[in-house]
């Protein structure tokens, strides 16, 4: 549900000019300004899954020596925070956020600190839909390079993916006698 809300927000309100899921770096959302800026969103329902992520941080932010458990997202962190020259990941977003519900927001907002990381809360009785996102912290630019067009087969091929599951997962596969399947083939996609 959060991540509807977020990539509504961030298309409907704040007018960026594409946003997927499951993107890049295995971000929850990876989404590009009309200035071709890109941001990741990384969200956060639980927690301890908030906690693992944030004890990454705070072990790069602090110059701790050697990797945590949590391997991934630590070298994630690692080049996003300028600690590492090496490329892990495919693309280094010009920024990074995450989005948290309220009852992890203090949580979120202390582990984040010292870092160019942003912050967004979904607060459950705000207004409708995307209105209930809320910008807490706006995230510091990690690097100024713009989006890569050439990269996007890549988005493509994720959103392809992606909008198949969605099928899938709604109508439980394609059958084609569907009344709702020939909605949709009339809409040309």
């Given at each position: 549900?959060l ?20 993107s ?79 009852d992890?927001?203090?949580q979120?907002y ?28 706006t ?20 959103a392809?993916n ?12 394609w059958?084609?006698?569907s ?11």
């Amino acid at each position: 549900m959060l991540k509807t809300h977020m990539v509504g927000y961030l298309l409907y309100q704040k007018q960026y000019m594409l946003a997927f899921t499951e993107s890049f770096n295995q971000a929850d959302i990876f989404a590009i300004k009309r200035s071709h800026y890109t941001i990741e969103i990384e969200i956060k329902n639980t927690k301890d899954d908030l906690r693992k992520e944030l004890n990454s941080i705070k072990h790069l932010r602090d110059d701790q020596p050697g990797p945590l458990k949590n391997g991934k997202k630590y070298y994630k962190h690692m080049e996003y925070l300028n600690k590492s020259k090496t490329r892990f990941s495919h693309i280094i977003p010009n920024e990074f956020c995450f989005l948290v519900p309220e009852d992890l927001l203090e949580q979120a907002y202390a582990g984040i600190q010292g870092t160019p990381y942003g912050l967004f809360c979904y607060k459950e009785y705000l207004g409708d839909y995307y209105e209930r996102i809320e910008e807490i912290v706006t995230p510091q630019k990690l690097h100024v390079e713009k989006y890569d067009f050439t990269k996007n087969i890549e988005l493509l091929y994720r959103a392809s993916n992606e909008c198949q599951f969605l099928r899938e997962k709604m109508y439980g596969g394609w059958p084609e006698d569907s009344d709702r399947v020939s909605e949709i083939k009339m809409m040309n996609f």
